[in-house]
């Protein structure tokens, strides 16, 4: 199915996906896809795959569950951006400054640093970094990213 590349639905099932985890904080089932798209659960899983194989989305290791829908994360992670009062998570510093950039929006940043597990926190104003403090740290260029996302 590697070769198989996303259908125009696919990618409207991908923008339905983002529409729900900016609005709620959570990613979309299988299930609740499917039914959004009057479609089988399967032809949802199917359509979840191809946009993984496609680096649109990225599904846990072992389940059809979306992980990330970059910047989006679907699970809890270090990295809460509150836009609109809703708290969405990110991937990694980046991505913290990639979804307030995504919705053309303001966000609070609250980060728990990943060694010493201290609180950073940091805005974007009118599109403006603010912050009195921190630094940013790429453990591995952007070329590597997606060898092992998890580790990145």
Known sequence: MADIKPTQQD???RLYIYQVMVTTGQ?????TTAQQFNMSSEEARLA?????NAHA??????RDD????????AVETDYQV????????????????????????????????????????????????QSDE???????PFTQW??????T
Not at 27 to 31: E, G, I, K, L, W
Not at 57 to 62: A, C, N, Q, R, S
């Open 11 to 13: 990618w409207d099932i």
């Open 82 to 129: 509150v836009v609109d009062e809703v708290a969405l998570y990110a991937n990694c510093a980046w991505d913290s400054l990639g979804i307030p950039a995504m919705l053309a929006k303001d966000a609070h940043i609250t980060v728990t640093h990943p060694t010493t597990r201290d609180i950073i926190t940091y805005s974007i104003i009118d599109g403006e970094l």
């Open 27 to 31: 990613a979309p089932s299988v299930q």
């Open 48 to 52: 979840y795959h191809r946009l993984h």
């Open 134 to 140: 921190g630094y940013v740290h790429f453990l591995l």
């Open 146 to 151: 997606y060898d092992d996302l998890i580790h």
């Open 66 to 73: 979306i992980m990330m829908a970059h910047p989006l994360s």
């Open 57 to 62: 989305l990225f599904l846990h290791p072992y």
